[in-house]
């Protein structure tokens, strides 16, 4: 992936994240409602949503969205609770480059970018049983926090989401 390009993802992308995500992202683990998941993206246009995509050649090869929070406040450390904090939502990568390392790197990339900005709390769910989302977390460094009954958005399996959290002092 020598002449991989990875830049912030601009509104004049959002078209293209989207026809991505819905083509390379379904799976019987992932929760990926057409409206909301467009929504989330459009987000993008305003800045309350951030992504960090990679291309080659003008090719879009996978992206990995997130933005600022205070949902995940209940996991927070006491001396934490006020703070805002960052919830990676979104990762998907093109078929063609899958298990090649570049959703960790984009992840990586993104947790440098959340920490730089002082970010010093970073949450990431999936599906329990999605087992290559859990590696990629733990590579990154994530420590599983919550393990719960979500049927909604987790139809398959045991239909429970796992929360993650990654820590830093800044």
């Not at 390009?5 to 509104?11: K, N, Q, S, T």
């Not at 993206?41 to 960090?52: D, F, K, N, P, T």
């Not at 990568?93 to 390392?101: E, I, N, P, S």
């Amino acid at each position: 992936m020598d002449d991989l390009r990875i830049r912030e993802a601009l509104a004049s992308d959002i078209d293209n994240l989207c026809a991505l995500i819905f083509e390379h992202g379904p799976n019987p683990w992932n929760h990926l409602p057409p409206i909301e998941v467009t929504a989330h993206l459009e987000q993008i246009a305003g800045g309350s949503v951030s992504a960090l995509l990679a291309e080659r050649g003008g090719e879009l090869l996978g992206f990995v969205s997130y933005q600022r929070s205070r949902h995940f406040a209940r996991y927070q450390p006491p001396a934490r609770c006020d703070q805002e904090h960052a919830y990676i939502c979104e990762a998907v990568t093109h078929r063609a480059v899958a298990g090649q390392g570049l959703g960790s790197r984009l992840l990586k990339q993104v947790i440098a970018a959340l920490v730089e900005q002082g970010v010093g709390d970073i949450y990431i769910d999936r599906h329990e049983e999605n087992a290559a989302s859990a590696g990629m977390m733990r590579k990154a460094g994530f420590v599983e926090v919550e393990t719960y009954a979500d049927p909604e958005r987790r139809p398959n399996g045991s239909r429970r989401t796992t929360v993650c959290c990654l820590r830093f002092d800044v």
